[in-house]
């Protein structure tokens, strides 16, 4: 079975989209374009990939997802990166791995540093405020590796799902030595759906997490040190997951 084309939304009506169909998917020259920097300060990212910790936290018992995390407060002036914390999600939205304090390896300080990397959270900060209004967004940041060391990989082991944010960027950072790996994004309470593979990088997947449910499908190898690389981002009005009153204590 073939995979459609990725339907790239026209960088014009990033926001339309998101209110229209829940969803937009850029091309890399127009992630670029967005953060205000070039497609090579994007790159210079990219190596703090390799140097990833595991993901002692797997249910499934799997060995195959290292990642770091890192929290930010968005003010619209300013980004602010936040002392370490656990990332923690409620049940409801993540079956598997919902309900634990997750206290993952924070991301290195030189990647943090990166011109792009401010430039492109605030950049897509800006875009989930025209969405929703102007406010302080929490956002939390994911560098993903999954590998194929033990033969297959699950991006979304959670299966499809929602991350109980108000907004959530996946981004490809590169893919290697892989099949599988196929996007796919449904309404939550609607039939349409569409799937897709991103294989250049820099491709960026915008959610609007009320209206889409998501989810990658597993990845196997076809050569050596199979792996495929993404930055997850989530921006959440209010407080983080787990410092409100919604969720404390649950």
Known sequence: ?????????????IAD???????ALLRPADVAQLAGCSLAELAALAPSWDRLELDNYLKDGGRYRRRRHS????SGATLTQSPHRAHWQPVEYNALHGGMHRLFVPIEPSTVEQPAWPKL??????VCSQVKGRQTWYVEAHQFRIDTADGIGRPTPEGAHRDGVDFVAVILIGRANIKGGETRVFEANGPKGQRFTMTEPWTLLLLDDASVIHESTPIQPIGADGHRD?????????????????????
């Open 1 to 13: 079975m073939t995979t459609p084309q990725p339907p790239y939304t026209d960088p014009a009506r």
């Open 230 to 250: 993404t930055l997850v981002l989530t921006w959440r009005a209010g407080a983080f997951q787990g410092d409100d009153a919604a969720t404390t204590g649950a």
């Open 121 to 126: 959270l605030r950049a897509l900060g800006a």
């Open 71 to 74: 929290c930010f407060v968005d």
């Open 17 to 23: 989209a998101l209110r229209g169909d829940g969803y």
